[in-house]
């Protein structure tokens, strides 16, 4: 069975893997205070292109999603997202299990636009019984999205404007931020998104390491005691030097940017063999996730040789399915499948 149902089934680069042997036995202090996690904070600091950014790692998505949202919100606040924002759909509540909503709305291809923030934002204060309703509080988003989206910098710069004339922190998930930055197109760096958001993260788990998330705070009120959340939360891994020396290793000679392009080219190659043989798409993807709509018939024959994900029903016929990419899939196996697909 070739595998095709997330980008993050295989364990972690070969560089990483070697890291971690030669430097197994050295004795570190713990909790993220070592000298690899520094260097790593270092290095992030340089691709943020800001020397005054925090820089935290914490052990998961999951984790660094709903400890990130937790530390920003009030009580009596919720925080903007897409219908099909991971926080909403993929994370068994672990947002609400704080204390907190989830302020959903319907966003096309699974990008809210600075037009939908800010009326949410107007329609809430606008209301005589607001003090009756969930606050919105922030606004959460993810760059790639669930559909494999990605932002531009004019729609990634209106929103930042939105969020900050209304005082809304932006948060961007990053789990697969390699993949978008990759991706055919982009037009957004790393200084861009530092610029423009209050607080994002820089995915490893998905990009090459075997765990681990590198959280960005550039907004100063979003600074203090975040440590504290990340321990209550239990996104503090006591090996902290773990973490660091994967994202270490992941960022010194561009490690990071060079597996991400080879997974999006993975994709445009099994991308390019649907389009040929006339199949649509869910959506217009860019990058390591791929959703071709194939008939049930279809869907069995690929099935026997391939795994990948049932996305959502179509009709009664056909369903949109997702393929996706990492850092590891083999050129070899991507060209089985593209054979297949002429097949069908």
Known sequence: MIRFECDYAEGAHPRILERLAETNREQTKGY???EYCGNARRLVRGLCGNEAVDVHFLV?????????????????QGVIAATTGHINVHETGAVEATG?????????DGKLTAAQVERTFSEHWSDANHEHIV???????SNPTEGGTVYTKRELQALSDTCRKNGLPLFMDGARLGYGLAAEGNDLTMPDITKMCDVFYIGGTKVGALFGEAVVITNENLKKDFRYFIKQRGGMLAKGRLLG???????????????????????????????AKGFKFLCESPTNQQFPILTREQIRILSLKYAFELWTNINDHQAAV??????ATREEDVRTLTKDIYSL
């Open 60 to 76: 998961g998505g999951t984790q660094t999603n709903s400890t990130v949202i937790a530390s920003v919100l009030r009580p009596h």
């Open 100 to 108: 907190h909503k989830v302020l959903a709305l319907q966003a096309e």
């Open 32 to 34: 993220g205070e070592d």
């Open 135 to 141: 606050q919105p509080g922030m606004v959460y988003i």
């Open 245 to 275: 020396l994967q994202f270490e290793t992941l960022f010194d000679g561009g490690l990071y940017f060079e597996i991400s392009r080879h997974a999006v080219q993975m994709a445009m190659m099994i991308r390019d063999a649907f389009t």
């Open 322 to 327: 997702r393929f996706c990419t990492s850092w």
